[in-house]
């Protein structure tokens, strides 16, 4: 059975259409968020160059692709950290590796995940390899992060970006795909911020955002705030969860249909809650957020950083 994969048909698209013109790039840098699909279309794309039915995409079910199913293929390599770092010694195992010709299928196909994670010498050994890669070979790098590689190899690779899924879109897959209500697959749907991958995850976790509403906004006091931003610490997906329910506030102090709301179930506790915040404090709440989340992406004191947010949002009396 064909890979069924969520979103991202242009690109699927564009791939197929390199196979079938025999006009597969050398290298290609998959760009996007984290848990966005990157990875799922990457060995979707190495098993469709290699499957023996040779089709539209991979078939799923004939050797070579059950064989990379089953991560033994001998002509597909999954490179991932070792560690905080992809390391040079891995670099130079692929560049042995890579200069023979393919064992089974048409091109041996390599991924490199987390590829901004790639140290100096590890990036300027591959470089080697990107400036002059084996006709019978594709290398697929995979970021969160386009600015963490050197420009030398951005520059010696065909950039293509994965984009979120917009929530409905998403929320339409899942009920298709799981039979799950309109609600339940909307919330999860814009929780993942339309990463298809997290969307999945939260799935499989069984996890519920819709039980009650967070407690950041009725809470007063500033001890509650560093007990909720504890609570954050050990789940930090529950940032993307608050952000819809401030938007769901943002949509009713606007007077906007409730139908558009994410937690409609809601909407009378909301509606109370709506006359004590100012347009402008709604605003500011889910910019904080985004600030904070983009601040998480970095180096930053992970508590401290969130107790700062819970203070920010806290309820004044």
């Not at 590796?97 to 089974?104: A, D, F, G, K, Q």
């Not at 769901?248 to 509606?271: F, I, R």
Request: aromatic residues 6%.
């Amino acid at each position: 059975m064909q890979d069924a994969i969520i979103g991202h048909q242009q690109i699927l698209e564009q791939l197929y259409h390199a196979i079938a013109s025999n006009r597969i790039a050398g290298a290609y840098l998959f760009v996007g968020v984290p848990q966005v699909g990157k990875e799922t279309v990457a060995l979707h794309f190495a098993k469709s160059i290699n499957c023996l039915t040779q089709g539209e995409g991979a078939c799923g079910a004939c050797l070579a692709c059950r064989k990379a199913d089953d991560g033994n293929h001998p002509d597909l390599q999954i490179i991932r950290p070792s560690g905080a770092w992809i390391k040079i010694d891995q670099i130079r195992e692929l560049q042995q590796r890579i200069i023979y010709r393919p064992l089974e299928g048409v091109r041996k196909v390599y991924i490199l995940t987390e590829a901004e994670r790639l140290n100096l010498e590890a990036a300027n050994c591959l470089l080697k390899t990107l400036e002059e890669p084996p006709a019978d070979s594709v290398l697929i790098l995979l970021t969160t992060n386009l600015e963490g590689l050197l420009p030398t190899i951005r520059s010696r690779c065909q950039i293509i970006p994965f984009h979120p899924l917009v929530a409905a879109d998403l929320a339409g897959h899942l009920m298709e795909r799981f039979n799950i209500d309109e609600g339940r697959a909307f919330s999860v749907a814009t929780t993942a911020g339309g990463a298809v991958g997290k969307a999945l995850t939260l799935l499989q976790e069984d996890a519920d955002f819709d039980e009650e509403i967070p407690e950041i906004m009725t809470a007063s006091d500033r001890l509650d705030a560093f007990r909720i931003a504890e609570k954050w610490t050990q789940q930090p997906e529950a940032l993307d969860h608050l952000v819809t329910w401030y938007r769901d506030l943002a949509l009713l102090h606007q007077g906007a249909p409730t139908n558009l709301l994410t937690h409609v179930h809601h909407e009378a506790e909301l509606k109370q809650l709506t006359g004590r915040y100012s347009r402008l404090q709604l605003q500011s709440a889910i910019k904080a957020i985004f600030e904070t989340k983009a601040m998480l992406q970095r180096n930053v004191n992970t508590t401290l950083a969130l107790e700062v947010l819970a203070l920010k949002l806290l309820r004044r009396p």
